[in-house]
């Protein structure tokens, strides 16, 4: 199985920040990576796909690059709504497998 | 719109099934459904996926409990797993797979106890 990490796994800031989420796979997964947003309560919402494709209606404040073996989330200027947990996800094999989330939360 | 929608038992008990239903709405026409799981407090588990046609992938760690299967006439996905244990207790959520997972249902509480 191809295991994803991400980093950090916790991340305290403030609104209007620049915050990145690394997500690195043990393998390469050239552009078979998504990301997702989880909010308490709620399903998993689709921010990027490809790597770096924005998902329609996504706020273009969200970004995604890299390919291979590491993978880059970015929110150039934090909103209050923007707190949350944060996945990655690799398509590139099976089984699909996620990364362990990153949990934003306000400083 | 794509709507998704999660329904089955609450509670199930320790080695019998779990079965949960995934009604999809929204007029798609061929397309993968995924199963993901998530345990209280926990991460994402992907279960597997199974399209229209009626072709599936199964995660290895569960496949040898896992059945999938869909009625397009109703478009609706089914999920079965047997002999349950505690440590199947999670959110069930189905979600369209297409380049990643687009629209997902609201997910369904499954508790495995006695």
């Known amino acids: 199985d191809i295991q994803l990490t991400q980093s950090p796994s916790f991340l305290s800031a403030s609104v209007g920040d620049r915050v990145t989420i690394t997500c690195r796979a043990s393998?390469?997964?050239?552009?078979?990576l998504a990301w997702y947003q989880q909010k308490p309560g709620k399903a998993p919402n689709l921010l990027i796909y490809?790597?770096?494709t924005l998902q329609r209606g996504v706020p273009s404040r969200f970004s995604g690059s890299g390919s291979g073996t590491q993978f880059t989330l970015t929110i150039s200027t934090l909103q209050p709504e923007d707190f949350a947990t944060y996945y990655c996800?690799?398509?590139?094999?099976?089984?699909?497998?996620f990364g362990q989330g990153t949990r934003l939360e306000i400083k | 719109q794509v709507q998704l929608q999660e329904s089955g038992p609450g509670l199930v008990r320790p080695s019998e099934t779990l079965s949960l239903t995934c009604s999809v709405s929204g007029g798609i026409i061929s397309y993968y459904v995924s199963w993901i799981r998530q345990p209280a407090g926990g991460g994402l588990e992907w279960i597997g996926r199974?399209?229209?046609?009626?072709?599936?992938n199964y995660n290895p760690s569960l496949m040898s409990r896992l059945t999938m299967s869909v009625d397009t006439s109703k478009n609706q996905f089914f999920l079965e797993l047997d002999s349950v244990t505690a440590a199947d207790s999670a959110i069930y959520y189905c979600?369209?797979?297409?380049?990643?997972?687009?629209?997902w249902g609201q997910g369904a509480l499954v508790i495995v106890s006695s």
């Open positions: 490809g790597a770096s």
């Open positions: 979600a369209r797979d297409s380049q990643g997972l687009d629209y």
């Open positions: 996800q690799q398509l590139n094999s099976y089984p699909i497998t």
């Open positions: 199974i399209h229209t046609t009626g072709g599936t």
């Open positions: 393998q390469g997964i050239s552009s078979y």
